[in-house]
């Protein structure tokens, strides 16, 4: 049985804004394993980068606030500890590196500086030891000329290079999990399959687990064992990538996989794209309840917007959020 | 064959760079560089190719949007690169353009009717407010929203919702050709199909010819009747869709294609892996430009400027190795 290293039970993180309460992470509920690369699909705004600066308890308070459930790790409630000790969590057990890498990396510092102070902080180094690390987490990023680059500031490297940055920041310490969030969204595909592959590379060496946040089923099938869909700030499926692949059970999965064009059928006939009809729900304001995905889903019946369709386990990890099954 | 709607001939723009005191030029961007392709009536050409490669620079040099550097445009037997502003604006009812950016895009200030409506004034389509609200509300209908939303504000709108609304704008003049400059990538994947689906509806309806500009690979594929790659400013391959996908001759184009994650975890590839990143526009390399990157370079590709050369019909590379000029 593998081991679990992060457990989220009916997480909720509201935002209390003028024009009213956003439920921006409305009850959900999943778990990540030692060592393995957890997924998590969804529509721009479903509550991805919510739930995961909620693990990282970086919610910025007010507006925001984690109103219910707990974030279990190592056995740690998270929600629980004295932000001394968080502080001790984050950077060193936790790491998060975000979608745009301009914006969390300093661009007054070099980034030798940033990553130095970062080790600093985390393993009470020297100032020189520090720096001599720092080299040494470029070079593990496979940065060329880590000697070099490490005097140098952002706005002197590419995207990638940035990016490569942010990761070699993030796992300075050895973090047990690192949170990518959108990691290669920002960057072209070819600079997108080194960095996969980086991070892959960096997995298997270091024995770390990753949750990856991304809106492209594609990077999800190259890089995950496990998938956590995600729609209107819940969770709507859970399932192995095999699996959700093979044999997606709930109505949106189905419609996601169905509408995007296939590069690797190319060679076959053209079929139009199936597209979900509808637009994304807004999670401003009440929510009526019921399932969030019933005005877009053909299968709809009276009942599903009757109460919240309960989450059930259809065989062993697999569960599903839909009165069908 | 018939004759073609658009041809570009040797099209280029280079962005000048000022600096110092007297803001002379002191280095230039070749974000277009020598391009050439005809687009025939009733297609779809996709322009791919990595950030910063020239494509939105292609399209809005097509339309002077921006002025081009040298090079010439023809629409059927107009020189656009020569015509005067009059004559232009009038041109402007033939070919349209659709950006990426559905929120940006909008004046937000402006109703949906008065958005789309625009252009019917400006090119006197509509010659009363009735008429011009029929027309409005009818190209509405056209793209899928109720024509009761007319009177509605940008900022009510989803990202897809918006998309449409910019569709609708540029539908409205009756173009021949239409410029979609990524019009898809700032939307969700369940809403980016119904835009394109849209797109495929909308051309067959209206016979509609489109330059379909993206960096997603499989949207591209999906849309396209023809495909061109582009590196570093210049066209390095360009190919009937299912050709290029299926053939790719490039070694950039392949590079390319292997790098596009596939959402089937039970299809194993090879992936090329290209090493570092693009070379700066300000100072391409030399000989062919992708040189610095590619595996299968021999000593001539940094001194030979490679130009494209048709290796079976309609299939046109730039690479003297794969066209058999240059071997090791
Ligand atoms: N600081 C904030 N104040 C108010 N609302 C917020 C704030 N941050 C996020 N939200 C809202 O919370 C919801 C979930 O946002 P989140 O960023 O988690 O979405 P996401 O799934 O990461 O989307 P994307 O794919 O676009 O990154 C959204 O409706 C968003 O507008
Ligand atoms: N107004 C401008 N002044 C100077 N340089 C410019 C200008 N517009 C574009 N460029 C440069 O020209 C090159 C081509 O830019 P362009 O926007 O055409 O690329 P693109 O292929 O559309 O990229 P993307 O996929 O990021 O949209 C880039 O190096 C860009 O920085
Ligand atoms: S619960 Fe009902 S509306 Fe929701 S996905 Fe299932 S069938 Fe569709
Ligand atoms: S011309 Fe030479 S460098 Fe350019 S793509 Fe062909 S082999 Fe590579
Ligand atoms: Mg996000
Ligand atoms: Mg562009």
């Not at chain 1, 009213?20 to 529509?43: P, Q």
């Not at chain 1, 072209?188 to 990753?210: C, F, P, S």
């Not at chain 2, 897809?160 to 898809?184: F, M, T």
């Not at chain 2, 790098?259 to 000989?287: H, Q």
Request: glycine share 8%; aromatic share 4%.
């Amino acid at each position: 049985m593998a081991e679990r290293l992060l457990d989220v039970k009916g997480l909720k993180t509201y935002f209390f804004t003028d024009e009213g309460v956003v439920r921006a992470v409305d009850g959900v509920d999943f778990y990540i394993n030692k060592g393995e690369t957890l997924g998590i699909v969804g529509e721009s705004g479903s509550g991805k980068s919510v739930t995961a600066l909620s693990i990282m308890r970086l919610i910025p308070t007010p507006p925001g606030r984690i109103v219910e459930g707990t974030i279990h790790y190592s056995g740690r409630n998270l929600l629980e500890l004295p932000p001394a000790q968080m502080r001790k969590i984050r950077g060193k057990e936790i790491s998060m590196i975000f979608q745009e890498p301009m914006t969390s990396l300093n661009p007054v510092f070099t980034v030798g500086e940033q990553i130095a102070e970062a080790i600093r902080l985390h393993e009470g180094l020297g100032r020189r030891d520090a720096m001599a690390k720092a080299v040494d987490m470029l070079k593990l990023v496979h940065i060329p000329n880590a000697e070099r680059r490490v005097k140098e500031y952002p706005h002197q490297l590419s995207g990638g290079m940035r990016q490569r940055v942010m990761i070699g920041m993030a796992l300075s310490c050895n973090p047990k999990l690192l949170i990518a969030d959108e990691p290669t969204t920002a960057l072209d595909v070819t600079i997108q399959a080194q960095i996969l592959e980086l991070l892959n590379e960096l997995k298997a060496k270091l024995g770390m687990a990753i949750m990856l946040i991304t809106h492209d089923m594609g990077v999800i099938a190259e890089t995950a064992q496990r998938v956590v869909v995600m729609y209107g700030a819940q969770v709507v499926e859970e399932a192995s990538v095999g699996e959700i692949f093979k044999e997606p059970l709930h109505p949106y999965t189905q419609g996601l996989l169905r509408s995007i064009p296939r590069i690797d059928l190319a060679a076959t006939k053209k079929q139009k794209l199936e597209a979900i009809p509808g637009t994304v729900p807004t999670l401003r304001g009440d929510i009526r309840p019921g399932c969030r995905f019933a005005p877009r889903c053909s299968f709809a019946k009276p009942q599903c917007t009757a109460a919240d369709p309960p989450i059930k386990d259809i065989r062993t990890g697999h569960r599903v959020a839909c009165i069908l099954y | 064959m018939p004759e073609p709607l658009l041809r570009v001939r040797n099209l280029k723009k280079y962005f000048p760079i000022r600096g110092g005191l007297l803001s002379r030029e002191v280095a230039r961007v070749h974000a277009v560089d020598d391009v050439s392709f005809d687009l025939q009536p009733g297609e779809t050409l996709g322009l791919v190719g990595e950030s910063g490669c020239g494509k939105s620079t292609t399209g809005r040099t097509i339309l002077r949007l921006i002025e081009p550097t040298s090079g010439e445009v023809w629409f059927q037997d107009k020189n656009v690169t020569t015509l005067d502003k009059r004559s232009l604006r009038s041109l402007r009812k033939e070919m349209q353009i659709i950006f990426q950016d559905p929120y940006a895009s909008l004046n937000p200030r402006m109703t949906i009717g008065s958005i789309i409506g625009e252009a019917l004034v400006i090119h006197k389509l509509a010659p009363t407010r009735r008429a011009r609200e029929e027309r409005v509300a009818q190209l509405l209908e056209t793209v899928g929203l109720l024509p009761d939303h007319l009177r509605r504000y940008p900022h009510e709108f989803s990202g897809g919702q918006r998309q449409r609304i910019g569709i609708a704008r540029a539908l409205a003049v009756s173009p021949k050709l239409i410029i979609a400059d990524e019009p898809v990538s700032a939307l969700d994947v369940s809403i980016q199909a119904q835009i394109i689906n849209l797109l495929e509806d909308l051309q067959a309806k209206f016979g509609l010819t489109y330059l379909f500009i993206a960096h997603d690979l499989s949207v591209v594929e999906h849309i396209s009747t023809r495909v061109a790659v582009m590196y570093l400013g210049k066209i390095v391959e360009i190919a009937p869709a299912k050709e290029l996908y299926t053939n790719p001759k490039h070694p950039y184009t392949e590079a390319l294609l292997s790098a596009v994650p596939i959402p089937d975890p039970t299809t194993k590839r090879k992936r090329i892996l290209l090493e570092g990143d693009v070379p700066s526009p300000i100072n391409p390399p030399s000989g062919c430009r992708f040189h610095t990157r590619c595996a299968l370079r021999v000593p001539s590709c940094s001194d030979n400027e490679q130009t494209l050369k048709e290796v079976a019909p309609g299939h046109w590379v730039a690479c003297q190795v794969r066209t058999g000029v240059a071997t090791k």
